[in-house]
């Protein structure tokens, strides 16, 4: 399973994409919320994680895009 994941806070996108990845799934972290959205929408990803509170694109904002 393909997980993109957006998350602004360094700390947090290691830690939760260290146990994702350790529970054997494949994650692609993005800091930016244009960033996410346009891997999105030109790959293919079977989850979305989304921060909701992201300065450039929130997740609210990226969901609506998508």
Known sequence: MRIAYLE???ELAET????LRNAGY???????????ARAVENQRFDVCLLDWMVPDLSGAEVMARL
């Open 8 to 10: 602004d806070e360094v």
């Open 16 to 19: 939760v994409g260290g146990w």
């Open 26 to 36: 494949q994650v692609e972290s993005f800091k930016s919320g244009a960033d996410c």
